[in-house]
T-cell receptor, first 119, second 115 residues
Framework: GAVVSQHPSWVICKSGTSVKIECRSLDFQATTMFWYRQFPKQSLMLMATSNEGSKATYEQGVEKDKFLINHASLTLSTLTVTSAHPEDSSFYIC???????????????FGEGSWLTVV | AQTVTQSQPEMSVQEAETVTLSCTYDTSENNYYLFWYKQPPSRQMILVIRQEAYKQQNATENRFSVNFQKAAKSFSLKISDSQLGDTAMYFCAWIGGTSYGKLTFGQGTILTVHP
């Protein structure tokens, strides 16, 4: 089945530095990927929609200059947290819509998620 | 706007028993899909079951089944013969036919299975 891989699983960075998280679709092409943020015991909050070859669409209240999204190929989207601060510490998870036919085209596949800790 | 509501923040069940998690949604679209995702402590999002709105038959996956009531906009998940490994947070989610993968999630229900 379709697999989405996210890397790194865990990252610790110093306050003021930037960190990049990758999301890859391993066996299908994903023209659209999604980035979520999740706080403990809460639901997933959509941050932005990543579109291959064009600018990302950000949800209201999400700082586009802080959370840079690049979707340069059909299998890779990256989220860069710029000038990270402790309040950016969270669990970030990406997803992609399955392509092709046979029922997978309307199933959403998630990456494993990335824990970011800013110290 | 589409909304998904899970009114049970926490549920508990004894091992081997049956539990039902509730979900309601609101949409004006006619073509959509509904999902239940499981998120164990590892935080991996695992697809439990999926239902196409145009199908009247309720989806079933082994011990997991849904009760899909389209007119009532209700989509509950029944877990039979509960196992300790079912302990997780469960999310109900909706996607429209034209949403291109943008899921709308419910608030989640934390399910604990007791031995």
């Amino acid at each position: 089945g379709a697999v989405v891989s996210q890397h790194p699983s865990w990252v610790i960075c110093k306050s003021g530095t930037s960190v990049k998280i990758e999301c890859r679709s391993l066996d299908f092409q994903a023209t659209t990927m999604f980035w979520y943020r999740q706080f403990p015991k809460q639901s997933l909050m959509l941050m932005a929609t990543s579109n291959e070859g064009s600018k990302a669409t950000y949800e209201q209240g999400v700082e586009k200059d802080k959370f840079l999204i690049n979707h340069a190929s059909l299998t890779l989207s990256t989220l860069t947290v710029t000038s990270a601060h402790p309040e950016d510490s969270s669990f970030y998870i990406c997803s992609a819509r399955g392509g092709g036919t046979g029922g997978t085209e309307n199933t959403i596949y998630f990456g494993e998620g990335s824990w970011l800790t800013v110290v | 706007a589409q909304t998904v509501t899970q009114s049970q923040p926490e549920m508990s069940v004894q091992e081997a028993e049956t539990v039902t998690l509730s979900c309601t949604y609101d949409t004006s679209e006619n073509n959509y899909y509904l999902f239940w995702y499981k998120q164990p402590p590892s935080r991996q999002m695992i697809l439990v079951i999926r239902q196409e709105a145009y199908k009247q038959q309720n989806a079933t996956e082994n011990r997991f089944s849904v009760n899909f009531q389209k007119a009532a906009k209700s989509f509950s998940l029944k877990i039979s013969d509960s196992q300790l490994g079912d302990t997780a947070m469960y999310f109900c989610a909706w996607i429209g036919g034209t949403s291109y993968g943008k899921l709308t999630f419910g608030q989640g229900t934390i399910l604990t299975v007791h031995p």
